[in-house]
Every structure is written in structure tokens, then in C-alpha cells.
């Protein structure tokens, strides 16, 4: 095999899960169909998927695996089960639901957490998936964390290290392989890698006590993958960001951390990476740091020239190269293959959906936190605030958030980034429902020109016209705005936003089922 | 074969194109998987499917023929390409963009209307319908109406039938069934028979001169069935809507036009009909007034008992049964069968994408109106009215509609029906480019409690403050708001809402392509 061929192998490109080209929604990052099989003719041995449904992506997933020559690994980003993603298949209530249970009781939190691995193990084996980018090991010690969030499955490093091990465990018992991120940990930023190369000031005797901790139970585990962070941290290295960086990938992670399997970098397309080194040397770097996957480079015949070239020069060894390819082929034999046709992968989908729905069920029930006298009662105004309407999985026309209070005389209003400032919003002078569907930084707002959520609810309930406040994702927003509200005051939170999470919170606070929205409760 | 077996094959059921009972949209109008296959198992000969994207229909449709025993009727309302309800399959601008074209030049019109009814046929049956419903033969000469509009192929008879005739004549020489509607006419009504019942006050000299002649057009060529419409025709029949009456069905379209085919109703869940007539009568009385097939009955199992009454009762005669029986089988001979599995289907549609893209750019190209000089000028307000954001295919993230205008200066703003009164949007005071994504009925926005445009565009002009105008959808508007304008300010018109529309109507207006939207230009 062409020495072009076997670093192809190592690359992991995106394509839409949706079969035409036409149908792509980043066609600038999402490679055409007639690319992809270019690609995957000249070797090219990873697929990232990411748009579509469960029946597109099981599809798609045959289709990859068709075009390519050899066994493909198949992966997509769905930490929140398979549904996350790709509609039709489970949409599971976010990591962090688990995090209180598992102070209050460990053991039952650690048992849902299996389930939660289990569930999307299956599903994404039945679709065509082999591996599960997935689970999140970051600590989520910073609240004002933009990117990590209610991704994490707890705040405190013992909590997470057993969350996310339980789930990886189940996971890969299930012949799906799982991948640890963010290497060396995310958890402590509060600014995003997707545009900036955020900064962690601490040595290894912090790393050690908190964000290094679920990366060891995880290795020790038997994780399959460890993904990169595109994170500075000058205690480790002061030149190169972690995915970059030979002290935090072989140092660290190879030799104190002894781990011996697929070392994956997180997107090299995005800005705190390809602006700095360009497409071509972040991709040699990061494989001279000691990564073996490239994922996602900005450029994939640009990331192949200066691999081949680093290769011939002797920038890297021989060896180096098999290493790598030996890692991946040992992956992929800890893969099960999937059934043989889309339509019975959906068909075993069909199949899991009642017990997977009552997953979901308790993952809600146990996170959900409430207060005050229901119901709010109407007329007046059911304030949704969503990041963008054109692109809202949490609301179909018949969500529970937009029925229910409808009922009660609540009518319906949307407020998102295109719909102009608050300040305009008109809300007339009746009673208000506010329903805040917030999983990203709520504590930015005023300074970054968002929403200032506190000054309204302030505001709302010194006129006597807040009837009740729902929060969606967010348990840090919760935590601000819970201490002004009047004990009496009905107001849940929940970690989730999906319909089911948005039936059990209203009906928490007294809004009974409509008719139309029966399909969202089990 | 049974009795009922044999009433089951003139059903025809809703059912979602997507794959799992939790992905319906409206659960309680589309039947569960096992609901379905119990239908099926019972002999129901036809399935109506809505929702999903061309990949999941392309597995509904092979699903579903598997679980009945016999050949069905998979049907679907594709009047403007399969991708006006299924993504990814070509959504072509409505038929009213040929009208213009009809009257400068007749035989190009013809020529695109063949090819329009040609793309529909090839996309239908690659993805495993065997039966478009449509071409709807109304002609729109009332320009209140809510419901035809631009679904029409004309504002006159003779146009009307010329190019609905070019589009079901293409369809059918590809083997896939076509459905001339709403029978005696729809075009000349101004309520919506989703919620009332509408009156057409005419007699059959006019009904002769204008409703008629796009149906006799469709008789003589050939048209295998023929939909009612939900009216009442005083003139006609006094007592009972056209769908439900003897003397519009038998005597009028059998024995008068000589139509041979297979009648179907509209929609039976309809309120025009269901409120009034019950659901198990609803469709015995439509089988009495000569109907074959029973679109969508409200209950199916009421539907079956009151047809099995009215056999055992002799209401209806054996051979009345018989006949219904043959015509159904007869239109299953016309039609070819698709590719063996989801995939070819898929492929199929593939390769005739870029054909398909041309063809709507000429149809596109011919039904452009514009006028003025551009390209308008920020910074200021790029304001867009959708009916409804949360359901809004026109708008993917990367439309133009929102993307070319934010390059000039334009920061979007999104109004729907959910984002309160226009009075209290804070449109600031800088300039505005205005686009309106309306199709329905513009004329009665003032009295119905609607968006006052006129009123707006006024308003913005005496503030000089309107920098530029799009309509999309309804030529009315259009008619009324263009002899407001300036002749030197920016406006067009489009029929058509898709991202290609916007990406030539914004070019047309001088606004360039951003480098994101480029997959909506050809």
C-alpha cells in the first residue's frame, strides 16, 4: 500500500448525513458526495457525521462504508444519545442531569448512567455508527463555561470520573467504541476553542486533583479513543496548544498516563487551530505531537501533502506511521458490525424506543427541580426565548412548551437572536410566562450584548406580571435567578429541552397534557 | 375476498414519511406504525403520505408495500416537485410562474410545464410513489382565495388547461398516476375549506366557460382520477358539497364529461365535511355519490362499517362495489414500478439533480418581476415575514434571504405570527429592506386581525426608510404594493419562496452571493 494511502487512513473527514448535496446545511464545510468518494477511494479511513435523521444516517452510513475499500470507523458527536443529532432516534436528557443524583445516591446515578451508554451504543451500532465521540470527561468546575456546559456529567472530579466511566464502560461492551474528551480537560474555560484558543493556568498538581482524574478512570477503563483539546496550557506547554503539544500528548497522556490506545485530535478546521498553523502544518504537528487521527482538517489534501512530506523528510519516523495505523486497526476490531440494512437498523430503533423513552423518563424526574403553587393562570403572555427559531429541534409545532400554556391562556410569543431587542418585545401589561430555553454562558449577557434575564425577571416581578419561569438547560442560570423568585412563585428548571422535558416541567407546575401533544409523555 | 377486505382497498390512509411513531408532526391525524400495519394486514389499498425527507420516503414507500399483502397506491400532495414535502427531492416554483410566460409565449410555457410534470414523475416513482396528486386544475381568477393562489397553473381557463394538461400528460407517460382537482373548481372561492364550508354560487354556463375546461382538457387526455372539491354548488346540488353529491360526481363528471377513472374525495377529516356528516357517514354518502376512493376518512374503522352497512343494506348495489374495485386495479396497470431499493431511488434522484436545478432556474428566471435601481444600502433592517419560523423550509440558516442582505449591511430580523404585533417590533429608524415570504390570502390582513403590509409599506415610505422590497409567494400582493413604489427603489417578485428563488431575486436586486449560500445558485 502507497504511503499516501496508508496516512489517508488516518484522516477523519465530515460529511452531512443527508444523502444529497443539496441537502447539506454547511455545504462549506461539508464535503460533496463526489468528493466524499474521492476521498474514501483514495483511502481515507474516518468519516465524522453530523445533520440528517436516524433513516438518513442509517443510510448514509452503509453508503460510506460502500464507497470506502476497507472498514470505515463511522463516528458523529452524540454525547446526549443518538437523537442529539439525528431525529427519530433517542434525544437523552444532558450528562449533567446525573450529577445531583449521583450525590445523593451513587449508585443509582452510576446505574443510569450505564443505561444512557447502553442506549446509545445501540442505537448508533443499529444506524451504523462505531464510534461514539463520547463521553465528555471534562470537570465543569467554571460556571461561566461557554462550551462545556451540561455536557459534563458532573462539576466535581470524582462524580465525573465515575459518570462518564459508567457510560463508556456500558458503551463499549456494546462493540462501540467510545472516545474521552477534551484532553487534558475542558472544564475550567470561559472562553470558546471554536473561536479562540482559551487558556488553563494550572500545573500538574491541579491538573492531577480535578480534570485529569476522569481521563484516568477512563483509560484505566479500557476507552478506546482520547480526543484533544485545543486549549493552552503553558505549566504543560508554553509554545503549542494540547493538541499541538508533545508534552501534553506523549508526556502526559502516553507515558504518566500510560495510554495506549487511538489518540484523536478535536476539529483542526476550527479558527483556534487552522488560523495559527493553516491546514496543511496543524495536521504534521499534531502527528508529530503524537496524535493518530486527524479530524476534520480544514483542507484534506493539504493535511495528506504535508504528512507524506513530513514522512519522506524523516520528520517522522516509520515506525510513528504504523504505530499509529496498528491503533486503528486494533480499534477496529473492538467494533460489532450492525445489521445489514437501513431498514432494519430502524426497525431494531422502533424496537428500543419504549425502554430508551423511559430512560429519558427518569433521567428527567431525577434532575427536575421545582417550586411555588401552580398553575400559572392566564391571559397573558408565554414568553419563549430560544437561541434560534429557524433552528429549533426542542420546539415542533406541537411541543408541549408552546401547547400547554395555550391552554391556560398563555399566548404563545418567540424571542430569539432574530427577533430583535427585549426592549422591543412589546409585552403588553399582563401576566407572563417566561420559558427560557439556555444551555449556553447566561452570565455574559449583560457584558456581551445578550439578554440581561436577570433585569427582566427583576423587572416582570416588581410589576406583579411574572406567573411563572421555566429555565431549559442551564443549571447556572437557575442558581442566579432562583434566589429572587417569591417562594410561592411557580418556577421549574430542568437540565433537558427536548418535548418530554418541556411536558414534565409544565405538568410539574399544574399545565396538564393537550390533546395534541400526548405523543411527548410515555 | 371479503366484504370488508374488499371496501378496505378503496381507503386511503395518512401516514408520516418518517420511520418512528415519535417523529410524527401530528400524531393525531398520521396513524402509529402498528396502526398502520393493522390496516394494511386488512386489505387498505392506499396510503397519502406527508413529512420526512426524500431518504425516509424512499424507505416508507418500500416499507409499506411490504407490509400489505397487495400492490397499494402510495399518493402524496407533490403538486410543485416531490421536494416541496420531502427535502431533497426538487421543490420547482409553483405552477402560477408559468402563467405569465403562457401569455408571451405559449409553447415555451407548454414545453416547461411538460418538463415540470417529467421531474415530478421521475422523482415520485424513484423514490416509490406511484401517484402525484395533482395537477390541480383550478383556475385562480378570485384573488382572495386562501387556498389555490399559486398552486394554480392560471388566472384563466384556457391557459389553465393548456399547461395543467402539458404537466399531467409528462406525468403520466412516466408511469406515475396524476389526480386532476378540486373538482368542479376551486379557483373562484374565498374561504378555506380546511375550516368551512365554501359556496360557489355559479350555474354550468359559467361553470361550462371557465371551472370546467381545465377538467374536460384533463379527461381527454387521459387523466387516471379525479379529486372533489369540499363546496357547495348551489346551482348544482342544494343540499350536499361536490364531494358528497350525485349530481356533481355521477351525473355532471361520469355521464356529462365522461370521465371513466377513478374518483377520490379530498380529504374526509376535513371540518367542511367531518363536522357535518360524521365519519362513518361521511364516507358512505361519498361512495353513494359515485366516489371510488375515500381520501383520509377521520376513522377508518367507521368508515369500513358504515360502507359494509350500506352493501349488506342494498344502499349500495354489488356492482357499484365491483366497479370502484376495477377502476383501482385498472390505475395500478398504468403504473411503473420504482428502483428495488431506497438507495437506487436515492441514486436516481441524484443524478437527476442537476437537470432538475436547471429546470427550476427557468422557471424561476421566466416569473421574476423586478424593477428600480440597487443594490439597496445599510446599514439598517433586513425584516422578514414567514408565517411560521419554527416551520419554515425557505429559511435554512445559510438562505440568502438572510445571509446576501447581512453582507450589505442588513441585520436580519424575523417576524411571524409568534412574534407579536408589528406595532412593537423596534424597527428603529434606519433604513428597511422588507421580504415577504407570504402565499396565503393578503387581502383580508386588515380585517382578520392579519399584518396590515400596505399599511407598513406606506409607512416606510413616507419615513423614507424602505430600502428595498421582495414579495415571494403571492402575486397579488405583488399587483397591490408595486403601484405604492418609487420606480427607482429596488423591488421583485418571485412566486416562488426556496433559497434559489431568494438567490436570484436578491441578484436581481444587485445584492451578490455570499461565499455560504453558494449551494443555492446554480
Redesign the interface.
Known amino acids: 500500500m502507497s504511503l499516501r494511502r496508508q496516512l489517508a487512513e488516518l484522516l477523519v473527514l465530515r460529511c452531512s448525513g443527508?444523502?444529497?448535496?443539496?441537502?447539506?446545511?454547511?455545504?462549506?464545510w461539508e464535503l460533496s458526495?463526489s468528493e466524499l468518494r474521492h476521498w474514501l477511494s483514495e483511502g481515507v479511513g474516518g468519516v465524522i457525521l453530523l445533520g440528517?435523521?436516524?433513516?438518513?444516517l442509517a443510510?448514509r452510513c452503509?453508503?460510506l462504508q460502500q464507497w470506502a475499500r476497507t472498514p470505515l470507523l463511522l463516528c458523529a458527536d452524540v454525547e446526549e444519545g443518538v437523537g442529539q443529532r439525528f431525529?427519530?432516534a433517542s434525544w437523552l436528557a444532558p450528562p449533567l442531569a446525573l450529577a445531583g443524583l449521583h450525590r445523593r445516591d451513587p449508585a443509582a446515578a452510576t446505574a443510569l448512567a450505564r443505561a444512557y451508554g447502553r442506549c446509545t451504543a445501540l442505537e448508533a451500532r443499529a444506524l451504523g455508527l462505531n464510534w461514539v465521540l463520547g463521553p465528555v470527561c471534562d470537570v465543569n468546575n467554571n460556571p461561566a463555561n461557554p462550551v462545556i456546559n451540561v455536557r459534563a456529567w458532573a462539576e466535581t472530579a470524582e462524580s465525573a470520573a465515575a459518570l462518564s466511566q459508567a457510560f463508556a464502560g456500558a458503551l463499549q461492551s456494546c462493540g462501540v467504541l467510545g472516545c474521552a474528551k477534551h484532553f487534558p480537560g475542558h472544564g475550567d474555560t470561559a472562553s470558546d476553542s471554536h473561536l479562540e484558543l482559551p487558556l488553563i493556568p494550572h500545573g500538574r498538581q491541579r491538573l492531577d486533583a480535578v480534570e485529569l482524574a476522569p481521563f484516568r478512570s477512563a483509560i484505566a477503563g479500557g476507552i478506546a479513543a482520547v480526543m484533544t483539546a485545543h486549549l493552552l496550557l503553558p505549566e504543560l506547554d508554553a509554545a503549542r496548544p494540547a493538541t499541538l503539544s508533545a508534552a501534553v500528548l506523549q508526556q502526559l497522556l502516553r507515558q504518566e498516563l500510560g495510554f495506549e490506545g487511538l489518540v484523536v485530535t478535536d476539529a483542526l478546521v476550527m479558527e483556534a487551530i487552522t488560523s495559527r498553523y493553516g491546514a496543511g502544518e496543524a495536521a504534521a504537528l499534531a502527528f508529530e505531537a503524537g496524535a493518530d487521527l486527524i479530524l476534520m482538517p480544514a483542507d484534506a489534501g493539504a493535511a495528506l501533502d504535508a504528512l507524506e512530506e513530513g514522512c519522506r523528510s524523516g520528520r517522522f519516523s516509520p515506525q510513528r506511521l504504523q504505530q499509529s495505523l496498528a491503533r486503528r486497526r486494533a480499534a477496529l476490531t473492538r467494533t460489532q458490525p450492525g445489521p445489514l440494512t437501513?431498514?432494519e437498523g430502524?426497525d431494531q430503533?422502533?424496537a428500543l424506543?419504549p425502554q430508551h423513552?423511559k430512560l429519558n423518563q427518569q433521567l428527567l424526574s431525577c434532575s427536575l427541580e421545582c417550586q411555588g403553587q401552580g398553575p400559572p393562570t392566564g391571559p397573558g403572555l408565554n414568553l419563549i426565548r430560544v437561541d434560534?427559531?429557524?433552528?429549533?429541534p426542542a420546539?415542533?409545532?406541537?411541543a408541549p412548551a408552546l401547547l400547554r400554556p395555550t391552554q391556560a391562556g398563555f399566548q404563545?410569543?418567540?424571542?430569539?437572536d432574530?427577533?430583535?431587542?427585549w426592549?422591543?418585545?412589546?409585552l403588553g401589561d399582563g401576566p407572563v410566562l417566561l420559558q427560557l430555553f439556555v444551555r449556553g454562558n447566561p452570565f455574559r449577557g449583560n457584558s456581551d450584548g445578550g439578554t440581561p434575564w436577570r433585569a427582566l425577571v427583576e423587572s416582570l416581578l416588581a410589576e406583579q406580571r411574572l406567573a411563572g419561569l421555566v429555565i431549559y438547560g442551564s443549571p447556572y442560570l437557575w442558581r442566579e435567578l432562583k434566589p429572587l423568585l417569591p417562594k410561592a412563585l411557580p418556577a421549574v428548571y430542568s437540565p433537558a429541552q427536548m418535548p418530554a422535558a418541556q411536558a414534565l416541567a409544565l405538568q410539574a407546575m399544574g399545565l396538564e397534557g393537550a390533546?395534541?401533544d400526548?405523543?411527548f409523555t410515555d
Chains 1, 2 share one sequence.
Open positions: 443527508h444523502q444529497l448535496d443539496q441537502q447539506r446545511r454547511y455545504p462549506q458526495n440528517g435523521s436516524a433513516a438518513e443510510l452503509r453508503q431525529d427519530g437501513a431498514q430502524l430503533l422502533a424506543a423513552q434560534n427559531s429557524l433552528q429549533c420546539l415542533p409545532l406541537q404563545p410569543r418567540l424571542m430569539d432574530l427577533a430583535g431587542p426592549a422591543s418585545a412589546g390533546s395534541d400526548s405523543g
